[in-house]
């Protein structure tokens, strides 16, 4: 997945890493749902696109210590 586009359409995914470096991510009629049991996330990508979908960094009673997203414009 590092360095990859990732496509997440029609389907809903857990992360289950705590770094991932991407080319780009697009959410569409899906969902990504990272959760805190995995630690503190890292997530970069040269762009973030979601498009009648989720993405859920935690939930109201499991909240992040640390969660960044970088977007690295080129």
């Avoid at 749902?33 to 935690?58: A, F, H, P, R």
Wanted: aromatic share 10%; net charge negative.
């Amino acid at each position: 997945m590092n360095g990859e586009t990732v496509f997440i359409e029609n389907n809903d995914i857990i992360l289950d890493v705590n770094e991932v470096k991407l080319n780009g991510l697009f959410i569409e009629n899906g969902s990504l749902y990272v959760y805190d049991n995995i630690g503190d996330i890292k997530i970069s990508t040269k762009y973030l696109i979601v498009n009648k979908g989720n993405l859920q960094i935690g939930t109201e009673t499991d909240r992040f210590e640390d969660a960044n997203f970088t977007l690295n414009f080129i």
